[in-house]
């Protein structure tokens, strides 16, 4: 199926750093979200980027979105060890029968004190 | 973890046994789905309805079967026909379509022995 792929798989950073994740996808998309996971929690949503849409922001996280490229990137600044975490991205596409998003298989954050 | 309760948080079954998944919403959304999510990977797609009494089937219904009677509920059986069903199961809602944001419980982590 079509998937996001997040990239690297995981990231581990000192706190105070920036840490970058990277989602590359297949086809044209309607948005693109990217949501974080505690372990063994449920997702909780970040932020939703639409397709005309190049950079948003919410707080410390920037999510930028290139539709040339086909790939999305999430920054967050000042990282705390609280950003510890799984992140995935989520692509809602535009095919006759997106009514589901596809998860990539996310990027595990670990952010030392 | 919003307005979305799963039950339980843990369950235990025998091999060859049905079981039945909890997920409710007090949201007012007329999406559901529900997801799987196993070790270190990606959420994959089971089913998911936009509407009372109307499902889909997604990337992985085999072996699994849903109902949506109430706005409200939409629970999840893991039939014996599931060949390998140990796994985290993640239920969400959205408003409507995947254009939406996804609300997510707290997951359900299933093991069958």
């Known amino acids: 199926s079509q998937q996001g792929e997040e990239d690297p798989q995981a990231l581990s950073i000192q706190e105070g750093e920036n840490a970058t994740m990277n989602c590359s996808y297949k086809?044209?998309?309607?948005?693109l979200q990217w949501y974080r996971q505690n372990s063994g929690r449920g997702l909780v949503h970040l932020i939703l980027?639409?397709?005309?849409?190049r950079e948003k922001h919410s707080g410390r996280l920037r999510v930028t979105l290139d539709t040339s490229k086909k790939s999305s990137s999430l920054l967050i600044t000042a990282s705390q060890a609280a950003d510890t975490a799984s992140y995935f991205c989520?692509?809602?596409?535009?095919?006759?029968?997106?009514?589901?998003?596809?998860f990539g298989s996310g990027t595990q954050l670990t952010v030392l004190p | 973890d919003g307005g979305i309760t799963q039950s339980p948080k843990y369950l235990f079954r025998k091999e060859g046994q049905n079981v039945t998944l909890s997920c409710e919403q007090n949201?007012?959304?007329?999406?559901m789905y529900w997801y799987r999510q196993d070790p270190g990977q990606g959420l994959r797609l089971i089913y998911y309805?936009?509407?009372?009494?109307?499902?889909q089937k997604g990337d992985i219904a085999e072996g699994y079967s849903v109902s949506r009677e109430k706005k409200e509920s939409f629970p999840l059986t893991v039939t014996s026909a599931q060949k390998n069903p140990t796994a985290f199961y993640l239920c969400?809602?959205?408003?409507?379509?995947?254009?939406?944001?996804?609300?997510f419980g707290p997951g359900t982590r299933l093991t069958v022995t």
């Open positions: 969400a809602s959205s408003p409507r379509t995947v254009i939406y944001e996804q609300y």
């Open positions: 086809t044209s998309i309607n948005n």
């Open positions: 980027i639409r397709s005309n849409e």
């Open positions: 989520a692509t809602a596409y535009n095919s006759g029968s997106a009514r589901q998003l596809t």
């Open positions: 949201l007012n959304h007329d999406a």
């Open positions: 309805s936009q509407i009372v009494n109307d499902f």
